[in-house]
């Protein structure tokens, strides 16, 4: 093993509560809208890509009034998360700088652009990943990002680690291992190592 890669929502951090007021503040005021989503409604759409939360979250919308509501909500998502953050998972910065210690690490997320970026801004934890990447830079989806990743930095045994059915499928089309994050958001019915908090990361790979 030369690398871990991390998802990021449900995996480093949880940043619902920041996102929720972002976005309520937009579709409240929507007129074809009109309404605020509660925390629950919203941990429905934890990874998957923007397309399929505005699909999830607005379908009667057309796609035009769709993609435009979207963005707005996504642009002052980054915003609040650069300048607010959201709420990392216990001893998140002191695991990755052991990690860091042994392997190469980085970020592939199922967000748009900026959001990592945004994630960085405020936890200040640019330091500790070599390189990161996401659908909103690339329109792959998760496991082609994944592949793209270990493309580019000459990764030959990463592992994955994620919290959803999702993290599970995208690291089999990479093919590489998944360490599930069973503290996350969702579900994962197969996995090769599990964790129930973030330091026993340390215990498997250190």
């Known amino acids: 093993m030369d690398s871990i890669i991390?998802?990021?929502d449900g995996t480093l951090w949880d940043s619902m509560d920041t996102v929720l007021t972002a976005?309520?503040?937009?579709?409240?005021?929507?007129?074809?809208?009109?309404?605020e989503f509660t925390r629950e409604e919203f941990s429905f759409t934890m990874g998957l890509q923007i397309?399929?939360?505005?699909?999830?979250?607005?379908?009667?919308?057309?796609?035009?009034e769709r993609k435009a509501l979207l963005k707005e909500c996504c642009d002052l998502e980054s915003e609040y998360l650069g300048n607010q953050g959201g709420d990392l998972y216990d001893k998140v910065e002191e695991v990755l700088g052991v990690l860091a210690g042994k392997y190469k690490l980085y970020i592939?997320?199922?967000?748009q652009d900026g959001y990592?970026?945004?994630?960085?801004?405020?936890?200040?934890?640019?330091?500790?990943?070599?390189?990161?990447?996401?659908?909103?830079?690339?329109?792959?989806?998760k496991g082609e990002n994944i592949k793209l990743i270990m493309k580019r930095n000459n990764l030959s045994s990463p592992v994955y680690v994620g919290d959803t059915e999702g993290d599970l499928r995208a690291?089999?089309?990479a093919g590489i291992p998944l360490v599930y994050a069973k503290y996350g958001f969702g579900e994962a019915k197969e996995w090769d190592y599990s964790i129930e908090k973030f330091e026993e990361l340390t215990d498997l790979f250190i």
């Open 171 to 173: 690291a089999e089309y």
């Open 6 to 8: 991390f998802d990021l």
């Open 23 to 35: 976005w309520n503040s937009i579709t409240k005021e929507h007129p074809k809208v009109a309404r």
């Open 108 to 111: 592939v997320s199922n967000c």
């Open 51 to 64: 397309q399929e939360i505005g699909e999830q979250l607005f379908p009667s919308l057309s796609e035009v």
């Open 116 to 141: 990592i970026e945004a994630f960085y801004k405020y936890h200040e934890l640019e330091k500790y990943f070599m390189d990161y990447e996401n659908p909103g830079r690339t329109g792959l989806s």
